[in-house]
């Protein structure tokens, strides 16, 4: 099993930045990618962006050239900070990590807000 704990969220204004963290803990032996994911209620949970073991980035459309992802594989954390904000980022985000043994198994965080005010 794996624990994912984020903080970070809050209320900024439009063109303002946040940045989300995300820390691992539990059976982190075979962590293979983390990353965040966000829901707008009412929504289908979108990818955000996420980061391989092997420092292979993948961003969501919405945020590419905004939002950066890091990570430290030796803490096993996984850092998003947001630039140049927009109201329609406005959602829950969620921290996410994927163990890869005999079978891939996803773990989810228990979600942060982000608010974007106009």
């Known amino acids: 099993q794996v624990q994912l704990v984020e903080s970070g969220g809050g209320l900024v204004q439009a063109g303002g930045s946040l940045r989300l963290s995300c820390a691992a803990s539990?059976?982190?032996?075979?962590?293979?990618?983390m990353g965040w994911y966000r829901q707008i209620p009412g929504k289908e949970r979108e990818l955000v962006a996420t980061?391989?073991?092997?420092?292979?980035?993948d961003y969501g459309d919405s945020v590419k050239g905004r939002f950066t992802i890091s990570r430290d594989t030796i803490k096993d954390t996984v850092s998003l900070q947001m630039n140049s904000l927009k109201p329609e980022d406005t959602a829950i985000y969620y921290c996410?990590?994927?163990?890869?043994?005999?079978?891939?198994?996803?773990?989810w965080g228990q979600g942060t807000q982000v608010t974007v005010s106009s």
């Open positions: 996410t990590a994927e163990v890869r043994r005999q079978v891939r198994t996803t773990y």
């Open positions: 539990g059976d982190t032996s075979r962590l293979y990618s």
């Open positions: 980061v391989s073991v092997t420092e292979s980035a």
